[in-house]
């Protein structure tokens, strides 16, 4: 089978690994217009007409009978940005492929974790989904079309209990030293819900809780730093109180009487002193933190009183072409619907802020991630064709407003590759199946959690 058409259009490319994918001209164009906007110069149209260029090259150069190699792509953008007089924008795009192969190389000397997460992990995920048939989206189609969607979310759900009650145990086993239950992960991992589900295995077991939530911690909106669009970042620890967190600790846990302060999302505001709160001798303290793993959040309680939980989303649902729907964007989905639920946020909004949120996670989240006791799986496959119903029209008019913005690349990036990933999907519009004490119920509403 010939790798070009026969019109000369490029059809494939090889990756670094060897394999044979799809071309996509837009990747080059897009490539090109972020390290423009990086410089302050070019547009969108004329990154295309430096994409076309290099396409004609790359034919010109291997004629017909072959597939270009990643690297051979890349080489001639460099060219063709220095011929057409785009240094300062070759320089930066020169500077973000050595960025890239320097990630890559990191990567390829780390092969017992992806993302810190153990490979046995990802392998237990990928074998459940095999084992239940909804390996791929065309399997989540299938299961749809035959009536099996209930027991998709029944067994679903009953996975995930089941990791939090091999959680629970473990923290049980460890009840003379605990003191302190942490429950972690990234932004719409879950958070809030396994908290609550393992205070109520605690509870059955007759162990005594109380559940702090450190977001009542945020430091005013107002004094975060914005940027030029007008954004906040509140991602990073240093968004939080932790020097009153700290404090609070270790009183807690010394057996003194504090008061919480009060954040309220939709105003960015937060009252000090406002709920009081103290922990008796026999009584563990859960936090539900989304930098529960940050060694400055909880410096002052020893690491053998400490029980440290973290949670993701750990799907591996695959594509039609093979690629893995990614755990963030699963993740971002979750928090679209949420945000424009309960915190005075459109979806919109929440797409263009998603890169403060990574690029925290990348930073305070997952470097922590070896320190934890227990990592559960909080990916639900039943979830995408319901998320689907819900979000996918968002997704082509973010494409189209940001595809142009030299600033909002990343936003365009994501909605692209939202749309490509879930576009042979059927959507489920009617999510009455979906039981009240379920996970997802924390991001679509309607949870017995409150």
């Known amino acids: 089978m010939p790798l070009m058409t026969v019109s000369g259009s490029i059809r494939h490319i090889i990756k670094r690994d060897g394999t044979l994918v799809p071309y996509d001209r837009d990747r080059i164009s897009t490539a090109v217009f972020r390290a423009m906007g ?68 990191a990567r390829a000397y780390s092969f017992e974790v992806s993302d810190n997460i153990p490979y046995k992990k990802i392998y237990e995920v990928l074998r459940w989904n095999m084992d239940h048939d909804c390996l791929t989206l065309q399997d989540l189609n299938t299961l749809m079309m035959r009536g099996r969607f209930a027991s998709l979310v029944r067994d679903s ?26 429950v972690s992960g990234p932004s719409s991992s879950g958070k809030t819900t396994t908290t609550l589900k393992i205070s109520e295995r605690l509870q059955r077991a007759g162990v ?21 669009f007008g954004d906040y970042d509140y991602e990073a620890p240093e968004a939080l109180d932790l020097a009153l967190i700290d404090d609070h600790l270790q009183r807690l846990l010394k057996g003194e009487t504090v008061k919480t302060p009060y954040y309220n999302f939709k105003t960015g505001k937060r009252a000090l002193d406002v709920i009081e709160f103290s922990l008796a001798p026999n009584e563990i303290l859960l936090l ?25 989303t750990l799907g591996q649902l695959r594509a039609e072409d093979g690629q893995f729907m990614r755990w963030a964007d699963n993740r971002l989905l979750r928090r679209m619907i949420r945000d424009s639920l309960h915190r005075n946020s459109g979806p919109d909004e929440t797409l263009t802020h998603w890169h403060y949120v990574r690029r925290s996670e990348l930073k305070y989240i997952i470097p922590f991630i070896r320190t934890a006791d227990f990592l559960v799986n909080s990916a639900l496959p039943y979830e995408m064709p319901i998320l689907k119903a819900k979000l996918f029209h968002h997704f082509p008019l973010a494409e189209e407003r940001y595809r142009a913005h030299p600033h909002r690349q990343d936003a365009y990036i994501r909605a692209r590759r939202i749309l490509d990933m879930l576009e042979p999907l059927a959507p489920m519009a009617d999510d009455t199946g979906v039981p009240p004490q379920s996970l997802l119920r924390e991001f679509i509403g309607g949870s017995s959690y409150g």
């Open 157 to 182: 759900d009953r996975r995930y209990e089941d990791e939090i009650g091999q959680c629970a145990a473990q923290i049980l086993e460890r009840l003379d030293d605990v003191r302190l239950v942490i």
């Open 208 to 228: 005594l809780f109380k559940a702090l939530t450190l977001d009542n911690y945020f430091f005013d909106l107002e004094r975060h730093p914005r940027d030029q």
């Open 38 to 105: 990086a410089v302050g110069k070019g547009t969108r149209a004329q990154a295309e007409a430096v994409a076309d260029v290099v396409e004609q090259a790359v034919l010109a150069g291997d004629g017909e009978a072959f597939a270009p190699s990643v690297e051979d792509i890349q080489d001639q953008v460099e060219k063709t940005l220095a011929d057409q007089g785009h240094v300062e924008t070759a320089r930066a795009y020169m500077i973000y492929r050595q960025q890239r192969a320097q990630a890559r190389a």
């Open 288 to 312: 539900d933190s989304l930098h529960g793993l940050y060694e400055p959040m909880t410096r002052s309680v020893p690491a053998q009183r400490k029980f440290r939980l973290y949670i993701e």
